[in-house]
DNA sequence: TTTGTCCTTGCAAACGTTTGCATTTTTCTA
DNA sequence: TAGAAAAATGCAAACGTTTGCAAGGACAAA
């Protein structure tokens, strides 16, 4: 491979225009096949590369998509990039990616700086409670499709797991079990995702007319020690507050959770059953594996890789597709039986 | 923000040449101070954003950084893209991500159209045998940094745990607990990173003179269910070859190994101690912390930021530099002190 | 007033492609 | 063999910047 080597470095050796060999190597129209031959052949001589940017720049599309989350180095994320980036490449498209360390104005600068860079698309995991910044893309009809965390009430593409149906799940596979004592730990309601989750979950005690005690119900804020330390308070309250189970709303609070239980001696799922959210059994050291709700995220990354293609690629302008994906249960070995 | 307004689109309204705007926007050269006002104005009126492409074309840079790895859904690659992310894009560097799925022929395709892209540097977690590929990018004067797994004897620079190190440091832990029958799952020897740290613990045994049974000496693929097959036949062999201890020499296949301890009714670390390698406990759901060998993603993924502005922003044009980072000892509570 | 200096601005080329249109060459038909 | 149709090629503009060089104007010193 040679940087050096240009369209024109080959034309001036062959003694034709530009143009022919442009012509020739993206075997477009109609090129004489001698001179095709000759050309390709001394394309694969000089070890000819087309410049991207340059071809960028005429035909006003970087082939490149911006994907923009607040923590790559969440297992989660990382298999939603894995697929899309799959999907994606396929077609030629390249992942621009951008960590915002779940910070607003990181957020927004890299935004910038990928707006700047002329991406075809935006993939997006917000932290950010404005919607605009994402908004002006879409704007410049650059498709933009939200993962993760999708703001209300938005005009813009989404795909995610109906977070909602993620509460009520949870709910019902420990209703269903035979739990009436049910705590829960969510995370924080700022977040939609998150207020939905805990809406999804009283609404399945609504129906079945089960009154949750409130006492029974935790914020954390998604990291381990939150989990743990909301355990802690429910154990804490235990006399007063009983409960036989508890349905924890992310991963890491549910291994926070589990350890909180373990510590004090009580046996999972015993003494008390924990169903987890969004657990990676696979990844997991735990000599149990653990119940939870599961978000299919390779479900999630194909399905905004097939989006984007549809977009770029086959030209579907379907504006506003919103793509609630089903939850489901993945089974361990935490949650008893009480029926 | 509006993508059609140009840097000549502001010029007609303003009734000035191009060159003004453009040197008023970059404030470099002497502008009066007058006429920059106005174009600062009209450019926020307009909502102007450079165009990336165009400015790349023109300084033949794209202020991009390459990134290609073998699965970036790995916690390990997760947190050093994160550094590496942080760092550079603090001067304006953007990361291309390429996802190889662990596949030579994809990390080839990648690479290519990533050349193609005219990425200004490459950092890379090869699966290829071959180096051609990568050279090719040193070979136009892009900065290469190989990461994880570094080809023996290459020119190009790298930045890496020191895996023999990490070996020894794993067998001298282990024999310094006062165990002398130690049992080892290795990942697989064509791996340099595999074969390095076998021969590193292989090296700690020779100088303290104790002899490893060869028995002793598993071979995985990394992956979970490698580590939970080769334990069981250590476990199965336990009566000819006995051992008091195991170090495992990736984080998956440590789970697998644990799992498979328990699941014989074997309590870690009182029959059987074991030390992991790379073990992420924060995120990690086990009741039990891990005693494991840590690889310092944190630092890699920072030195590689330096390393890459050090060549792109401040020159320096240290041809090969080989950095070999120390492993760690995390503390846990699986290894038993027999001492 | 002249000369020279400095400040500000414009011109035009360059970066490497693609592509509509025009032009040349070849091939075919009558 | 002329003429037309078809095929192959070239020309030049365009994409949006940056930047070396030149030119213009203002102003001060002589």
Known sequence: MKSDTTLKSIAKELGVSVSTISRALNNKSVVNEKTREKVVELAKKYGYVPNEIARSLQKCSSHTIAVVLPDISEVFFGKIVKQISAVVSAHGYTLLLADTGENKEQERKHLQSLYQHRVDALVLASVDDEEKHAKSFADNSIPVIYIDNVPEGTDLSAVTVDNFSAGKLGFNRLYDAGHRSIATIMGLQNEISASLRLKGFLSGAEEVNLP????????????????????????????????????????????????????????????????????????????????SIKQPEEQIGKKVGELLIDALVNKINASSQKILLSPLVEEGDTVSDLN
Chains 1, 2 share one sequence.
């Open 212 to 291: 949750i005690n409130p006492d029974l119900i935790k914020i954390g804020d998604y990291k381990r020690q939150s989990g743990y330390d909301a355990m802690c308070e429910l154990l804490d309250n235990r006399d007063k507050s009983p409960f036989t189970a508890v349905y924890v709303a992310s991963e890491k609070m549910t291994y926070g959770a589990k350890k909180a239980i373990n510590e004090r001696g009580l046996k999972v799922p015993e003494d008390i059953s924990i169903l987890g959210f969004d657990v990676h059994n696979d990844d997991y050291g735990g000599s149990q594996n653990i119940t």
